[in-house]
């Protein structure tokens, strides 16, 4: 089968078609406001939101380098999921007070986010039904006894349910699966749909919106003084909320690093995705490291994604984050082998986006410089889409110097560990990739990993100490 066209975003163009929404032209001259948020990706837009709403009479702009939605927020999986699934890690992290207050909150995001469209009437094709997440390798069966277990300890029994291999595949048709569990409060969207609906509410709401406005430099003083090539906004506060671009700050680049995530669309199959039975409308994927990612589209597609890909060196977003012919071959060849009953089914569109991976793969917040005015958070780990919704209440409540459970918590510390430096970071980021691919591959075919690949796959957790390298922490 023939390769698709790679780079045309498939959600970005119905998106734009169905809603282009009002010009925001580039920022030109002075302008002052109370808060400046830089990014209008999900985090930013939801942070403008919660600005509106706990203070309505204050004066918000937004700057993006492209459009709203044009990063990460339009250009993923569409996969809204709270952090139940790792329940157990934030237990062993955070204790069972402050994990379960997080993964509650995950979970209440995707309340509110739902909530919210259908208030102001996005219609970014919701479907609350849960997401199957499947082990396709005898060595990953078990994954969800852990978040089970956590569950049951927390009181929150039964948001991850184990399922019956034969209902996975029956309510998938995907061969592929050995095992699986369901996790309950998930949701899919089309994502730039939601993008360019939470863009209308802001700008609805008197959000000053300007697109084609990179930030060329930021002044961390007070007040904070965002310059771009051919205007300045001077704001009593900043919110960085720059996903993957946040690796450029001197402060972050070695607390996030760009990692890339391509995504396959199939041409619409309606009949053909109701004789695999998978019409209850579940999100599907599994439990490995180089995550696969899908769910059927509204018009009868199927989206089907893989993550942990190329590094972006020195902390850049690269082209080939785009656009990888080669990393398409692959994600392609992956869809074929889950849905082998499909393998005559034209891709129309593939295209892919940097994630925002941090030591930990969860989100952080904190504050840049001296003056307590440059507020930022990054870090999702491609797991933003819920999350951000809970992170923008951190961000936009502490951008209007508010202090409660939101503004102060386990995630506000800034960076939890680091990364090593360049060049170490991308050499080695390569080699424990490659090792990771092999070892998952291995499982698949039933092996077991060898002993050198099996080590240094292990090496993908590792983080150095903030005292390496004080410089970066003191100015958090
Ligand atoms: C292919 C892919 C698949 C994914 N799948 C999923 C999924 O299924 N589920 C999930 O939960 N998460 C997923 N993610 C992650 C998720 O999309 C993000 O975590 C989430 O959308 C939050 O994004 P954000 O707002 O932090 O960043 P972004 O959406 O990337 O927004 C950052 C914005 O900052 C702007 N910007 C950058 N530099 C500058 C500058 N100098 N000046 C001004 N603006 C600037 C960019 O233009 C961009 O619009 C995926 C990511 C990718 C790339």
């Given at each position: 089968m023939s390769r698709p066209?790679?780079?045309?975003?498939f959600w970005l163009e119905q998106a734009l078609a169905e809603e282009p929404g009002a010009a925001c032209p580039p920022l030109t001259g002075t302008v002052r406001a109370d808060v400046c948020i830089v990014g209008g990706g999900f985090l930013g837009l939801w942070t403008a939101l919660e600005i509106t709403e706990q203070a309505p009479d204050a004066s918000v702009v937004l700057l993006d380098a492209e459009g709203?939605?044009?990063?990460?927020s339009g250009r993923n999986g569409g996969w809204v999921t709270s952090w139940y699934d790792e329940l157990d890690a934030l237990l062993a992290r955070f204790g069972p007070e402050q994990a379960t207050w997080l993964a509650d909150q995950s979970s209440a995001a995707i309340d509110r986010l739902e909530a919210f469209c259908e208030q102001e009437e996005i219609?970014?094709?919701?479907?609350?039904?849960?997401?199957?997440?499947?082990?396709?390798?005898p060595a990953h069966l078990g994954v969800w006894d852990g978040p089970m277990r956590a569950a049951r300890t927390v009181g929150r029994e039964g948001v991850v349910q184990e399922l019956d291999v034969a209902e996975l595949r029956a309510r998938t048709?995907?061969?592929?699966?050995v095992g699986g569990a369901l996790v309950r409060d998930s949701a899919a969207i089309q994502p730039a749909l939601l993008a360019r609906g939470l863009r209308r509410v802001a700008l609805r709401r008197g959000v000053r919106i300007f697109e084609g406005?990179?930030?060329?430099?930021?002044?961390?003083?007070?007040p904070a003084v965002v310059t771009t090539s051919a205007g300045r906004v001077e704001a009593g506060r900043v919110v960085l909320a720059?996903?993957?671009?946040?690796?450029?700050l001197r402060e972050l680049r070695r607390a996030v690093v760009p990692v890339g995530s391509h995504i396959v669309l199939t041409e619409p199959i309606p009949e053909r995705i109701a004789e695999l039975g998978w019409t209850g409308g579940e999100l599907l994927g599994d439990t490995r490291l180089l995550v696969h990612y899908a769910q059927v589209t509204r018009d009868g597609r199927i989206a089907f994604g893989r993550g942990g890909g190329a590094i972006g060196p020195f902390g850049h977003v690269r082209p080939s984050h785009y656009v990888d012919p080669a990393t398409v071959d692959v994600v392609a060849a992956d869809f074929r082998r889950w849905?082998?009953?499909?393998?005559?089914v034209g891709l129309t569109h593939a295209w892919g986006g940097a994630v925002d991976r941090a030591p930990g793969h969860l989100p952080f917040a904190g504050t840049l410089g001296d003056h307590e005015t440059v507020h930022y958070a990054t870090g999702?780990?491609?797991?933003?889409?819920?999350p951000s919704a809970f992170l923008s209440r951190i961000l936009g409540r502490r951008a209007l110097g508010l202090r409660d459970a939101f503004t102060d918590?386990?995630?506000?510390?800034?960076?939890?560990g680091y990364l090593p430096p360049e060049p170490v970071r991308s050499l080695g980021g390569v080699v424990v990739r490659d090792a990771v691919r092999r070892a998952e591959g291995a499982e698949e075919r039933g092996e077991a990993p060898g002993r050198v690949t099996g080590a240094l796959r292990k090496l993908v957790w590792f983080t150095t100490p903030r005292?390496?390298?004080p410089r970066l922490w003191r100015r958090r």
């Open positions: 066209p790679v780079g045309p975003v709203c939605g044009f990063g990460a219609d970014c094709h919701l479907r609350r039904s849960g997401s199957l997440w499947t082990a396709t390798a048709g995907s061969p592929a699966i406005s990179p930030m060329r430099a930021l002044g961390r003083g007070a720059l996903g993957a671009w946040a690796a450029r849905f082998p009953q499909l393998a005559d999702f780990s491609g797991n933003g889409v819920g918590n386990a995630l506000t510390h800034g960076p939890p005292a390496v390298e």
